[in-house]
């Protein structure tokens, strides 16, 4: 009984301790490239496609229908950039 009571209050503490070590640090400050006044019209913007969700879930439900193992859609081709 008493090694497991030792056992909960360790993990207990531990569990405690742990969220400070993974904290981050505040100093203060701003980060370094608010200072450096960069023209925000100078920063390309690129105007992507509207996507097709209807599209999406049908390719899903394909899938589901194969039942065959594919990879997971993670990205889509929208745009070429150089």
Do not use: W
């Amino acid at each position: 009984m008493k090694k497991t009571i030792a056992t909960i209050t360790l993990l207990c503490i531990f569990c405690l301790a742990n969220q400070y070590v993974l904290c981050q640090i505040n100093e203060g400050g701003n980060p370094v490239s608010f200072s450096l006044n960069i023209d925000k019209r100078a920063i390309p913007v690129i105007e992507m496609p509207p996507v097709n969700v209807e599209e999406l879930l049908q390719e899903d439900e394909e899938v589901k229908k194969d039942n065959t193992p594919r990879p997971f859609r993670f990205e889509c081709n929208h745009a070429h950039i150089n």
